[in-house]
């Protein structure tokens, strides 16, 4: 078993790639078609796997009833992150987050009914080991599944009309640095496992005796004008989500591969400030409908049944 994933993660503590790019993807608006996709009962017993900060796990426990939801982690950064955040939100009696390495959970035999996922499998170095370990702990009859995301799949994109001064050339140099992001970032430099991709997971559910396998697509969608938003989530976005690309953007400038494949300092220096200038636009004009963008990101969630 290959588990070289672990160092990778085992001191994540990047809280804000989760706390506000995971919403997007589990609105309370669609919460009773995630649980018809999970196969989730208000009374079930859910293990969500590899949770992070724990937003899904807190998106399951608000809609159980007599059930629960424990979510695992191998960051102690994220467990501790994530337990603060369930008692904040007074879920306390519902969810917790324990730590846990994937490839060997402490968890018996059969004792959960529903086990969950979202881009976990994905970034392991053993996707199947993981995959199998989810399964033990499944009751017989209970039911097994993986919601994923992939940076390859297709994004829905429209830069609108944004009054922001100098909007396009953002645009072409954040196309141009995911390019090379993408060229020197590979599933082998970040540990993940190269044969079992996402777009397998169907076949892999089936080959590891899952049965009863279905397939939901779905996608996140995000605009600043987006009524669905509260003001102060918007407002959250725009300082903690840009100003986390702007953190990665300088990270990133340190990487010599960035400027061996074509993408230089002076690049890196107008990008920061072309994300800064569109964070003060954007924070300034919160309710200016001249300011309409929007996109979407595909994902699909897999689900199987433990004969």
Known sequence: MDRSSNEIWINADNYDD?????????????RDAFFKWFRIKSSDNVLDGGCATG???????????????????????????????????GLSTKAKIV????FNLSFADNIFDVVVNHAYLG??????????????????????????????????NWEGEC?????????????????????????S????DTYWNVMRFPKMFAMCGLTN????????????????????????????????????LEQQRQNPLYAENGFYDDDFKELIELYKCKQNHLINNIHNNENWAWNANMHYIVTGTKG
């Not at 937003?55 to 009833?65: E, H, K, S």
């Not at 730590?99 to 994937?102: A, M």
């Not at 430099?189 to 993940?192: D, R």
């Open 18 to 30: 989760w706390e506000t790019s995971r919403p997007l993807l589990f609105r309370d608006d669609m």
């Open 55 to 89: 937003v899904l796990t807190r998106f399951i426990a608000r809609g159980l009833d007599i059930g629960t939801v424990t979510g695992f982690d191998i960051s102690r950064h994220f467990v501790e992150y994530g337990n603060n955040k369930i008692k904040e939100e």
């Open 99 to 102: 730590l846990e390495d994937g």
């Open 123 to 156: 970034v392991l170095s053993d996707n199947v080991a993981g995959l199998k370990e989810m399964i033990r702990v499944c009751k017989q009859g209970g039911n097994v599944s993986a919601s994923v995301s992939a940076r390859h799949f297709p994004e829905i």
């Open 163 to 187: 009054p922001f001064r100098g909007n396009e050339r953002l645009n072409e140099l954040i196309e141009k640095q995911e390019k090379v992001y993408s060229e020197i970032t590979t599933a």
């Open 189 to 192: 430099v970040l540990k993940q």
């Open 213 to 248: 396998i279905t397939i939901h697509p779905y996608a996140s969608g995000f605009s600043y004008n987006d009524s669905y938003w509260s003001d102060d989530f918007k407002k959250y976005m725009i300082m903690s989500g840009i100003g986390r690309e702007i953190e990665i």
